[in-house]
């Protein structure tokens, strides 16, 4: 499972962003050095972050998991701001302008690089934190004396 999510988000956000070159989408301001590790290592967590929610059908449900999947949401979708072109994002050349996005939103872009990686490493952690790595039969209380 969590090839398959890290496989999925590598393609997602590589290929809209085009880390990855493509004909479909274009981006007009080359990617930085830094953009390739932040990508890959989204992709990573958000993989052992879907990987902690499968179950073997038996296990009871976490009431928690909506929370510390909504953190893993939010730090892919600021991975995607991360790592994309800043004048290629609609959203910041329609607030800011050609020039704003590269003058105010550019420099920030580490900053939501380093955002999207902590909210994935607290989901993860979060989920972690109560992961049980085998389920054991209860052990008698008597089963060690021998009398």
Do not use: H
């Not at 052992?48 to 059908?57: D, E, F, N, R």
Request: glycine share 8%.
């Amino acid at each position: 499972m969590a090839f398959l999510v890290a496989g999925v988000m590598l393609l997602l956000v590589g290929l809209a962003t085009v880390l990855i070159p493509n004909s479909v989408f274009t981006r007009e301001i080359p990617p930085t050095a830094w953009n390739y590790p932040v990508w890959i290592l989204t992709a990573v967590l958000a993989g052992l972050l879907a990987a902690t929610y499968v179950t073997s059908g038996d296990a009871p449900a976490d009431e928690d998991s909506d929370r510390e999947g909504r953190w893993g949401i939010a730090g892919a979708v600021l991975t995607w701001f991360a790592v994309g072109c800043p004048v290629c994002n609609k959203i910041a050349l329609l607030a800011l302008g050609y020039s704003g996005a590269l003058a105010w939103f550019a420099p920030l872009q580490p900053i939501l690089a380093a955002l999207a990686l902590l909210l994935l490493w607290f989901a993860l952690a979060r989920r972690l934190e109560g992961a049980r790595m085998c389920v054991l039969p209860p052990v008698p209380a008597d089963a060690g004396s021998t009398a």
